[in-house]
Nanobody
C-alpha cells in the first residue's frame, strides 16, 4: 500500500504558474508509476500526465503539452506537477495516482483504471 497526499493547489490568475506536490508514504516510492489526473465540475476525471518509476519516461495529454511538466524525486518520495501558462479550463480537482510496477519501467499508463492508489485531491482554480 501507498498513501498519497496532494498539496499546492489554490487560486491563480490566467497566465500564472502553480506547482503541485504529492507526498507518498508506505511502500517504496520508486516501485510505483505515478500520474496526475483532474476532474473539472460536471466532467469525468481525465488524464493529465504520468511518469515512469525512475522518471525516464513521461506522457501528458495534448492540452497541457508545453505548459505542464511532471517530475518526481524518489529520494524525497514526492511527485510534482509544474503548471505554467495556466488557463481557466485548467480549473479542476487534481489527483495524484500510483500504480505498483515492481519491475516495469517503460512508458507509463494513462488510464485511471490502471492506477491502484489515489490521493484525496487538491483544488486548482484559474481565474480569467
Amino acid at each position: 500500500q501507498v498513501q498519497l497526499v496532494e498539496s499546492g493547489g489554490g487560486l491563480v490568475q490566467a497566465g500564472g504558474s502553480m506547482k503541485l506536490s504529492c507526498a507518498a508514504s508506505g511502500r517504496t516510492f520508486s516501485s510505483f508509476t505515478m500520474a496526475w489526473f483532474r476532474q473539472a465540475p460536471g466532467k469525468e476525471r481525465g488524464f493529465v500526465a504520468s511518469i515512469s518509476r525512475r522518471g525516464g519516461f513521461t506522457r501528458c495529454v495534448d492540452s497541457v503539452k508545453g505548459r505542464f511538466t511532471i517530475s518526481r524525486d524518489n529520494a524525497e518520495n514526492t511527485l510534482y506537477l509544474q503548471m505554467n501558462s495556466l488557463k481557466p479550463e485548467d480549473t479542476a480537482i487534481y489527483y495524484c495516482a500510483a500504480r505498483y510496477d515492481s519491475s516495469f519501467d517503460g512508458p507509463p499508463k494513462t488510464r485511471d483504471y490502471e492506477y491502484d492508489h489515489w490521493g484525496q485531491g487538491t483544488q486548482v482554480t484559474v481565474s480569467s
